[in-house]
């Protein structure tokens, strides 16, 4: 039985969870745990795939659609925000990136679409030390994956930077939190439970911070990929080169000099 995932993923289901997709259970069945935080041995996070039960079901009608999801709750012990905030900021910027739209919220329960794939932090051969390591990396690194790498880069570049065109920022955007999905192959940001709104950003130079923040580590891959292919036209290549200072501190010389490299015949 095939199941909708996300609005371009779909999962085949075994017989037991099929059943249970037309019957469901009271409440929510947990088929897989996929993180936990703890703090001093208590719970503070934890990050389940489940099969939506009869409860979710009539409290969350998008989950009608999507039976199969994810489930972030959040303890009382993590003092956290209401979950509701990061709904209602998912929401927004799911209508203006292609990211799936949240599935729904309670006070310490946060659902939203399974996105089948791999963080993009799996996918990169950087991010060693000490951070000059990076470049020699680049230089032994085989040409094609610096080519898709570099593709896939592109891909989050454009996303961010339409996000804070309209006047959000994510807040958390490393690497982990880009999906990369094979089928499609497309990239996905996840994880906005701090997320900003440019009218929350005061002074304004708070907002300048938040936007370089979530460009940083796109560009250091960025720069590291261009020294094991050489520099790349576009505003990522662009832009990154021209921040190379302020990205990698004393490693810029050298990464700057590799990059060059490749020009030189």
């Given at each position: 039985m095939l199941v909708a995932l996300?609005?371009?993923?779909?999962?085949?289901?075994?017989?037991?969870?099929?059943?249970l997709v037309s019957a469901p259970p009271a409440h929510d069945l947990v088929i897989r745990t996929l993180a936990r935080k703890l703090s001093n041995g208590m719970p503070l996070i934890q990050g389940d795939l489940v099969l939506a039960g009869q409860d979710t079901l009539q409290?969350?009608?998008?989950?009608?659609?999507?039976?199969?999801?994810?489930?972030?709750?959040?303890?009382?012990?993590?003092?956290?925000?209401?979950?509701?905030?990061?709904?209602?900021r998912h929401q927004k910027i799911s209508g203006i990136i292609d990211v799936p739209p949240p599935i729904g919220a309670t006070r310490n329960c946060f659902r939203s679409c399974f996105i089948p794939g791999v963080p993009l932090s799996r996918i990169s051969p950087f991010g060693v030390e000490p951070i000059e390591q990076n470049i020699v990396v680049a230089q032994r690194a085989d040409p094609g994956l610096l080519i898709?790498?570099?593709?896939?880069?592109?891909?989050?570049?454009?996303?961010?930077?339409?996000?804070?065109?309209?006047?959000?920022?994510?807040?958390?955007?490393?690497?982990?939190?880009?999906?990369?999905?094979?089928?499609?192959?497309?990239?996905?940001l996840i994880d906005f439970e701090q997320s900003l709104e440019r009218s929350e950003a005061t002074p304004p130079a708070e907002w300048a911070s938040r936007e370089l923040r979530d460009q940083e580590e796109v560009f250091r891959h960025a720069l590291w990929v261009q020294a094991g292919l050489g520099p790349q036209p576009g505003e990522l290549g662009k832009t990154s080169?021209?921040?190379?200072?302020?990205?990698?501190g004393p490693s810029a010389a050298r990464c700057l000099q590799a990059i060059e490299d490749h020009s030189t015949l």
């Open positions: 996300t609005p371009h993923h779909h999962a085949d289901l075994i017989p037991e969870l099929a059943y409290a969350h009608p998008l989950a009608k659609t999507y039976p199969v999801h994810f489930r972030k709750t959040y303890y009382p012990t993590a003092f956290h925000p209401p979950a509701t905030i990061e709904f209602e898709g790498l570099w593709f896939l880069l592109e891909q989050v570049d454009a996303q961010i930077s339409l996000l804070h065109r309209q006047g959000m920022a994510h807040g958390d955007l490393f690497l982990h939190n880009v999906i990369v999905s094979r089928s499609p192959i497309v990239t996905c080169r021209a921040r190379a200072t302020e990205l990698l």
